[in-house]
């Protein structure tokens, strides 16, 4: 027992006392609370100058765990904080519809709010009553420009037609325009010489009634009380798809009748502008039935200069996926270098001959005596109306859902100026 001297003694308390303070601090204790109390004899052991230097000891280690333990703290909170908000964000990116437009970007009117309050709940607030006042809302409320506006842009991106004719508002039923055909005459004079009236042109009418097409998009009323479910997103996505393939097929193929007429269904002649009839269109043989007669771009070049070139200036190539393949193998009449040009720069149409190309599925694909090419100033020929799209919400109909029965009134025509584009025929003549 030799090395059990008083200052072995005095450091194996010291350090059992330590460990036990430091346990208690923890909020661990190994000793009861009446056992550490009975520490209070430890002066006699140790004497009091130690004793103090081992309180001071125990004070800055309690201090520095109380500071090591706050600072724990704060990180853990900025931690659970962040969680939160990585929640929310994944609870709204995985909601329906939640990532189809940005709600940061969307800053809705008076107008708009009320109307999307209508939509998920029916209530018809008195904001939406005041601003519509002239709408009956047994028959729909008209969608607010804020959305129309979304969805009009939406059609643009998807309907090639929009792109390129002329796009007019309008208020009434149909659109009625004068056009003169043939152009006023002339006649050049010396200083003193007579002027006879010169010809006058003649004027017709064009008119292109506004037709109706619906879509009628459901949703549970559960997603409705959704407050991440982007309500109004998900309006424009599935009415901007079901207009758009609607508009699409009509203005390239539509008969006229309740829809309507497409540019592709109107006369076409081989005679030229100056002796055709105003309303018929002109047409370019390819030289084959149902094909191009040669792999060169003859019929293609003169198509481009049928057209005249005060037209030209603003012109673009139409056609179908199926066309476009084909052209997209025609080479020079010299070489072998393809004419196909495709484009330098994100979002810029590739060129045929110097003019942008715009592929439209719903034109019609080759076939035995098929128009399937069209060339020139679209928005001279073709005239999209634009009037109003309406909405009526139906919770009756289809329980679970809540159905949105929206119409959309809309025009198409072409004859305005015939001269301004030119077809390309898949015929021998």
């Given at each position: ?6 200052l ?15 346990a ?28 103090l ?27 659970e904080?962040?969680?939160?908000a ?9 909601s ?26 029916g ?11 002239g709408t ?6 008209l969608i ?9 842009k ?12 002329s ?23 010396g ?11 003649t ?11 619906y879509?009628?998009?459901g949703?549970?009323?559960n997603l ?16 901007s ?8 097929d009509?203005f ?12 592709f ?28 007669h ?6 293609l ?32 009449a010299?070489s072998?270098?393809?004419?196909w ?7 810029q ?16 694909a ?27 919400r ?6 679970p ?11 198409g ?17």
């Amino acid at each position: 027992m030799k090395y059990l001297t008083p200052l072995s003694i005095k450091v194996a308390f010291v350090a059992l006392l330590v460990v036990a303070a430091g346990a208690a601090l923890a909020g661990h204790p190994i000793f009861a609370p009446d056992l550490l109390a009975g520490l209070g004899a430890a002066p006699m052991l140790l004497g009091n100058t130690q004793l103090l230097e081992i309180k001071s000891l125990i004070d800055q280690q309690g201090e520095a765990w109380r500071e090591f333990k706050q600072a724990n703290s704060n990180r853990i909170g900025r931690l659970e904080e962040n969680a939160r908000a990585i929640d929310d964000f994944m609870a709204k990116m995985n909601s329906p519809f939640a990532g189809s437009s940005s709600k940061g970007d969307f800053n809705p009117n008076e107008e708009t709010k009320a109307f999307l309050a209508f939509m998920r709940s029916g209530r018809e607030a008195a904001e939406l009553k005041a601003m519509q006042a002239g709408t009956d809302p047994t028959g729909g409320y008209l969608i607010p420009e804020q959305i129309d506006g979304m969805l009009s842009k939406n059609l643009r991106e998807i309907s090639v037609m929009r792109q390129l004719a002329s796009v007019v508002p309008v208020g009434t039923s149909e659109l009625s325009q004068l056009h003169s055909v043939g152009g006023t005459g002339y006649t050049w004079v010396g200083e003193t010489t007579a002027r006879p009236q010169t010809d006058t042109p003649t004027l017709k009418k064009l008119n292109i009634p506004t037709r109706e097409v619906y879509a009628l998009p459901g949703v549970t009323q559960n997603l409705l009380d959704d407050n991440a479910f982007n309500l109004e997103a998900w309006l424009v996505e599935e009415l901007s798809e079901a207009f758009g393939d609607a508009e699409g097929d009509a203005f390239a193929n539509g008969d006229g009748i309740a829809k309507p007429r497409g540019l592709f269904t109107y006369t076409t002649v081989t005679t030229g502008d100056a002796t055709r009839a105003h309303t018929d269109f002109q047409y370019v043989p390819t030289g084959a039935s149902g094909a191009f007669h040669t792999t060169k771009a003859d019929p293609l070049i003169t198509l481009v200069h049928a057209v005249k070139p005060r037209y030209r200036r603003n012109a673009s190539w139409l056609m179908n996926p199926e066309v476009l393949e084909a052209v997209r193998k025609l080479k020079e009449a010299t070489s072998d270098r393809y004419l196909w040009e495709p484009a330098l720069t994100a979002g810029q149409p590739s060129t045929l001959l110097g003019y942008p190309v715009f592929e439209d599925e719903n034109v019609p694909a080759i076939a035995a005596n098929s128009i399937s090419v069209a060339f020139g100033d679209f928005s001279r020929a073709y005239t999209i109306t634009d009037r109003s799209t309406s909405l009526l919400r139906d919770p009756f109909t289809n329980k679970p859902y809540v159905m949105f029965y929206a119409a959309k009134r809309v025009g198409g025509g072409g004859g305005r100026d015939t001269r301004a584009v030119k077809f390309l025929k898949f015929s021998a003549t």
